[in-house]
């Protein structure tokens, strides 16, 4: 899904001149020549492309047009605590927790790797690093969302 933010790329074949990568607004908008403004926020890829096939369609003969995500940027996590580096990281495909913390510059010598957790919202998701990594309770490596807060204690 498309987001405030991301960086797109439309390209329409034969026309170069509508042709460019396009921030996504805060707004979820993207400004094209032609049609002006058009939502991409929560869009995919494909309903995207297929509005801009109908928008375009009304001064274009059957135009064809692609649609790619060149940069996620409305999607991240975050990683606190016991890690050599803590901060906001994005997500840009899917994720699960054990792919997060192997991305963090491992953990401080002081880190509780058996007491993690993610919050999601009101959720808690409890995350042994050590049985996970030993294949233990891999029902805990859960696919993170935007906005998910790991904690690492120390």
Do not use: C
């Not at 928008?55 to 990683?79: M, T």
């Not at 963090?104 to 995350?127: D, P």
């Amino acid at each position: 899904m498309i987001g405030p933010l991301d960086v797109i790329s439309v390209k329409v074949w034969n026309n170069p001149n509508l042709s460019s990568p396009l921030d996504v607004g805060p707004d979820g908008m993207i400004s094209l020549p032609l049609i002006g403004q058009v939502k991409a926020d929560g869009l995919t890829k494909e309903q995207l492309k297929e509005t801009l096939v109908g928008r375009l369609g009304e001064f274009l003969n059957s135009p064809e047009v692609d649609v790619q995500i060149l940069r996620v940027n409305s999607k991240r996590y975050f990683v606190y605590g016991g890690v050599g580096r803590p901060g906001e990281y994005p997500l840009v495909q899917e994720t699960t927790l054990m792919d997060a913390l192997s991305s963090v510059g491992g953990f401080k010598e002081f880190a509780n790797t058996k007491k993690i957790y993610v919050l999601r919202g009101t959720q808690k998701f409890n995350f042994n690093y050590k049985d996970v990594s030993k294949g233990k309770n891999m029902d805990q490596n859960i696919q993170l969302k935007n906005g998910d807060r790991i904690f690492v204690p120390e």
